[in-house]
C-alpha cells in the first residue's frame, strides 16, 4: 500500500458490504472486508426475496431503485465478470402490486412519472385477466388464523399497480459473492470468521488501523 493510497475497513460481507468494498477497491481503495460468517451473502442477503420493485415513497428511493434495476440487467459488465463466472440472473418478469391501504398509488405513479419509469393501473377485471387463477378480493387488514374474520368472505376487490420492468434476482447470496469476487479483482482482501468487537474512537475519530489488535485466539478484532 503507497503512503498515500487511502484504506478502508468494511464490516460485513452481505450484498451492501461486498458493494461497497467493490466500488471503493474500484476507486484506488485498499479494502478490508471482515466478516463472521464463513463467506459473503451470509446474513440477511441469504433470506432476502430479493425482489426489485420500483415503488419507494421517496424520489431519491425510486431513482435508486431504477438505476440499480439497469445495473441488475447488465450484471457481468458491472462486475467485469468473465463469462465462465457463474452470476446471479436479474428476472426481469415485471411486478404486480397490489393494491393496498400502505401504498399510497397517486405519490407513488408521480414519483415513476417524474423518474420515467411506465406503468398501468390494473382495476380487478385487469388483474384478474393478467394474473390467471388470483383471488381479487379485498382482504385487509391481515388477520390471524385465530382471528374468526380470517374466513369471511372478501366484501370489496381490489386492483394493482403494474410495472413491465422489476422482478427478482435469481440468488441473493450468489449476488454478494459475485461481487466480493469483483472486489478481490481489485485487490480487497476478505477475513472471513472474525468478528469485530468494537470500534475505539478518539476525539470522534475512528482509530487508525495499525491501531489495531488481533487477538488470534478468538478471532475478534478490536480498532
Ligand atoms: C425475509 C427477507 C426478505 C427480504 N426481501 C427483500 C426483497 O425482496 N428485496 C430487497 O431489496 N430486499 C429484501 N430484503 C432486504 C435485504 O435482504 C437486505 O436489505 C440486504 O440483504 C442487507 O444486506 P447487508 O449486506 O446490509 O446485510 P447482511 O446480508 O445481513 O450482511 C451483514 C453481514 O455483516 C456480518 N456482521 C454483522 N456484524 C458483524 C460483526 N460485528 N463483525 C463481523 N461481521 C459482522 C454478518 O455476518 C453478515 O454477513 C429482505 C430481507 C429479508 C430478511
Do not use: C
Not at 461497497?20 to 426475496?49: F, I, M
Not at 401504498?103 to 384478474?128: C, H, P
Not at 391481515?142 to 368472505?153: H, L, R, V, Y
Amino acid at each position: 500500500m503507497s503512503a498515500t493510497m487511502r484504506s478502508a475497513i468494511v464490516i460485513g460481507a452481505g450484498v451492501i458490504g461486498s458493494a461497497v468494498a467493490y466500488e471503493l477497491a474500484r476507486d484506488g481503495w485498499s479494502v478490508t472486508v471482515v466478516d463472521k460468517a464463513g463467506a459473503p451473502g451470509q446474513g440477511s442477503t441469504s433470506s432476502s426475496s430479493s425482489i426489485v420493485r420500483f415503488n419507494y415513497s421517496t424520489f431519491a428511493g425510486v431513482v435508486l431503485a431504477w438505476e440499480s434495476f439497469h445495473i441488475w440487467l447488465e450484471w457481468r459488465t458491472h462486475l467485469g465478470a468473465a463469462q465462465s463466472e457463474h452470476i446471479a440472473e436479474m428476472m426481469n418478469l415485471g411486478v404486480v402490486m397490489l393494491d393496498v391501504p400502505v401504498m399510497n398509488t397517486a405519490a407513488t405513479t408521480e414519483l415513476f412519472q417524474r423518474v420515467g419509469i411506465d406503468y398501468e393501473i390494473w382495476d380487478s377485471k385487469d388483474l384478474a385477466a393478467r394474473v390467471p387463477g388470483i383471488d381479487v378480493g379485498k382482504y385487509w387488514p391481515p388477520k390471524s388464523i385465530s382471528n374468526a374474520g380470517f374466513w369471511e368472505d372478501a366484501k370489496e376487490e381490489i386492483g394493482a399497480l403494474y410495472t413491465s420492468d422489476g422482478g427478482y434476482i435469481s440468488d441473493p447470496s450468489l449476488s454478494a459473492v459475485n461481487l466480493a469476487d469483483a472486489a478481490k479483482r481489485h485487490g480487497a482482501h476478505f477475513r472471513f470468521k472474525e468478528e469485530i468487537v468494537a470500534i475505539l474512537k478518539s476525539e470522534s475519530r475512528v482509530l487508525n488501523a495499525t491501531e489495531r489488535t488481533f487477538d488470534l485466539r478468538k478471532k475478534l478484532w478490536r480498532f
